[in-house]
């Protein structure tokens, strides 16, 4: 069931730069969705204009079937976004800010205590409620953005950019919820311009370039379809960086030769597989 | 979950003065400053100058506050984030407004109810006086948070929504008779000071309370009502025209 439509879509905003010319594709329910580009590709706007956040100017996008422009009132009840460097107030503690929100949403008092503590526990934030969040780390910060935008159960989470910032551990941390909520059937559509991030995360991927779409599909399908195939690291037994060949065979016949030669000469052979970022590149 | 709009505005408002209740620092410094020129005058003039100022103040300290909103306005759509949040929710557009203006009169409302009380208790009246010096100071900071949210709306700097309010305190506050009697201007200069809207407020709070050297003309007292709400309307039309809630 697709949960997103979206039809060339187009944006230009108001002082004429054009940000989305012709952007079509569709989500399907409990996908990660990534959006993939470079800086000021496009990859904001088109996530803001799906949070009905942003007009669009041309074409059409549909969330659970309904108009963006026409009907975000029945879209937004459903949806959730961490939007991109959103940051806690630094006077407030974590259960401040996400008892306030579900104060916001609407809960009744009960329910919003209830589901504060449940969300903090899964946040790990419990062991810092009544810390302000000027004394916690930037990582811990964004779990409380995430928190807050994950206390209604949205059924689409919308994640611009979400990692920017975090050490690597903490970038697993969200990796690990956005798993955690896809397993529960949320659909989340990401932004990033980590390719790491892509490759680890996402279902498929649209690639922005200036835009426009310029792929869409899985991982193995934007490798593949970039044509960059196995890589083969050829170099002397004790290697001093100075003997170091990075090859690219194109068939298999070739891999055999290269590794067959090598071993005739003494060197040592290590295969490297293509990455997303070879393939965006 | 059924949420209404007040319910809503007041967890909202909560979320913006939290920080405010408990770092009261800038509230402090906004009610010194309105507050600092009466102590002045209390000092070189005695209580006949400083009741007037007092009067003034108040009416200020609401202007001031009203002013602020552009900051919270400006902090929670570039700095938090927050906006963008909950306009992909079902919070209500009426609900953030009122929230964010309300919080800061909340906060700023013991130090205005304390110089109340201390004119009060120097120039007793009744409480029709006291009602209507409240609405006109109302009046004012509406118009205000009006101008704020057209400001914190409108700039993508921070310096620029955080020095535009004090400029435009400045020159509602200091610059027109509102400490000072505005017969102490030269006739050609308080056409000037009757264009700013925070004289005419300032005249009518001293008029309730008998604080002018001549009572208003009930022409003058139409005249300073309606200027207010038509400043008033004029910076809710700005304000619908630069805030907006879904960007173009």
Known sequence: MDVVEVDELGKTYPKGTQALKDVSFRITKGEIFCLLGRNGAGKTTLLRILATQLRPTAGAARVFGHDVLREPRAIRPRISVVPQEARPQMMLSAWDHIRLMCMIRGMAKEEALRRTKLVMEEFDLWEHKDKLTADLSGGLRQRVILAMALIADPEILFLDEPTIGLDPLGRRQVWAMVRRLTAKGVTVLLTTHYMDEAEKLADRLAIIEKGQLAFIGTVDEAKAMAGTGMRVIVESAKANGNDREVLEPKSNTEILEIVQRSLNDGRRVTFQPPTLEDAFI | ?248
Do not use: C, E
């Open chain 2, 1 to 248: 979950m059924k949420s209404s709009l007040l319910r809503q505005a007041w967890y909202i408002g909560l979320l913006d003065s939290l920080p405010l209740l408990r770092d009261p620092m800038l509230l402090v410094v906004l009610s010194l400053i309105s507050f600092l020129p009466v102590f002045f005058l209390f000092l070189f003039s005695g209580g006949t100058a400083a009741m007037p100022a007092l009067v003034g103040a108040i009416v200020l300290t609401l202007a001031f506050i009203g002013l602020f909103a552009a900051q919270s306005v400006y902090f929670y759509k570039h700095w938090f984030r927050f906006q963008d949040m909950f306009v992909a929710s079902p919070v209500s557009p009426i609900a953030y407004t009122l929230g964010l203006s309300l919080s800061t009169l909340f906060s700023s409302s013991p130090s205005v109810i304390l110089a109340l009380a201390v004119l009060v208790w120097n120039q007793p009246v009744g409480l029709v006086p006291i009602l209507a010096t409240l609405a006109v100071s109302a009046l004012l900071w509406l118009s205000m948070v009006f101008a704020g949210f057209a400001i914190g709306a409108s700039t993508k700097n921070t310096r620029r929504a955080n020095s535009l309010p004090q400029i435009l305190g400045f020159v509602i506050g200091f610059l027109p008779p509102v400490y000072y009697p505005l017969s102490l201007l030269p006739p050609s200069v308080q056409p000037f000071a009757l264009a700013i809207p925070s004289t005419h407020a300032a005249q009518l709070a001293k008029h309730y309370f008998g604080l002018l050297p001549a009572p208003l003309t009930d022409g003058d007292v139409f005249f300073g009502w309606g200027y207010l709400i038509a400043f008033t309307v004029a910076m809710a039309l700005l304000v619908m025209r630069k805030a907006r809630w879904v960007d173009p």
